[in-house]
Nanobody
């Protein structure tokens, strides 16, 4: 059974940092690319960052470039999102995501990030 469990969200002031983690289980983690998405109130879920299965390739939404860093530890089955220079517009629920064709796509339960003074 695939499980993705996010942690690390919280309340932070503008300009601050947070580190989100996603613990994965139930599949061969090192075989699949992983992504972080976010969804703000009243908005569609959007891709924030992507990392290939080996970690050699990453991609970021324009809004995240230069501020967020995605990484993974295949020995620990975890993917992290380091978020620096946070802005109020980064406020959202952040989700861990994996697509495993042909079996399907899986989401974590999400972790709330609130950036406010």
């Amino acid at each position: 059974q695939v499980q993705l469990v996010e942690s690390g969200g919280g309340l932070v002031q503008p300009g601050g940092s947070l580190r989100l983690s996603c613990a994965a289980s139930g599949f061969t983690f090192s075989a699949y690319a992983m992504s972080w998405y976010r969804q703000a109130p009243g908005k569609e879920r959007e891709l924030v960052a992507y990392i290939s299965n080996t970690g050699s390739s990453t991609n970021y939404a324009d809004s995240a470039k230069g501020r967020f860093t995605i990484s993974r530890d295949n020995a620990k089955n975890t993917v992290t999102l380091q978020m620096d220079s946070l802005k109020p517009e980064d406020t959202a629920v952040y989700f861990c995501y994996v697509r495993r064709p042909p079996w399907g796509a899986y989401w974590g339960q999400g972790t709330q990030v609130t950036v406010s003074s």
